[in-house]
């Protein structure tokens, strides 16, 4: 299967400030990423539509100026997480969609950031 | 609205036991998509299985067999002769069609414990 990837693994930041994540698609382009967010012994909520030359679409609830995403790329798109808060602290997955022949465009999910903001 | 539903949050069984997590849907579309993916500790979600709303046909594969009923909306997911590796956190999604394979609604998630 095609290959995602996420870059930092983990990071560590102090109260105030910004924090870039990384999702690369490896071996296919992606008009389209997904962010979603996960706190402990919690679901993956999806936080944001991430397009490719346009505009990300972001869920109800999230704040578009706190978490500026970025697809400058076919194969890249990036979250930063803008004066970080302990709040913000949680796990960041990436997933990018690629484009089938057939009807269905299957997801492929990064290995996960790991933000903890002190 | 589109909703997924893990009623069992947590579920600890020994090593060998047969084990099934509950997977509960609700969607107004007629074509849409189920899926079920393991969590490890790692965090890396690691996918299972992908199903259609027009196949209804069980799914086997070694020791997972997934049981797909439209008539109470269930797509629930079954380890027979559970391991230790298995433990994990599972969770069941919904994809509706006219998203194209895009946005995944999950399920709160299944904490399973496989104890030796």
């Known amino acids: 299967g095609a290959v995602v990837s996420q870059h930092p693994s983990w990071v560590i930041c102090k109260s105030g400030t910004s924090v870039k994540i990384e999702c690369r698609s490896l071996d296919f382009q992606a008009t389209t990423m997904f962010w979603y967010r996960q706190f402990p012994k919690q679901s993956l909520m999806l936080m944001a539509t991430s397009n490719e030359g346009s505009k990300a679409t972001y869920e109800q609830g999230v704040e578009k100026d706190k978490f500026l995403i970025n697809h400058a790329s076919l194969t890249l798109s990036t979250l930063t997480v803008t004066s970080a808060h302990p709040e913000d602290s949680s796990f960041y997955i990436c997933s990018a969609l690629s484009r089938g022949q057939g009807r269905y465009n299957e997801q492929f999910f990064g290995p996960g950031t790991r933000l903890t903001v002190l | 609205a589109q909703k997924v539903t893990q009623a069992q949050t947590e579920i600890s069984v020994v090593e060998k036991e047969d084990v099934t997590l509950d997977c509960v849907y609700e969607t107004r579309d007629t074509t849409y998509y189920l899926f079920w993916y393991k969590q490890p500790p790692s965090g890396e979600l690691v996918f299972l299985i992908r199903?259609?709303?027009?196949?209804?046909q069980n799914e086997i594969s070694g020791r997972y067999s997934w049981n797909f009923q439209k008539s109470t909306s269930s797509f629930n997911f079954t380890i027979t002769a559970s391991q230790v590796v298995d433990s994990a956190v599972y969770f069941c999604a919904l994809s509706e069609a006219n998203n194209q394979g895009g946005k995944l609604i999950f399920g709160q998630g299944t904490e399973l414990s496989v104890k030796p």
């Open positions: 199903r259609n709303s027009f196949d209804e």
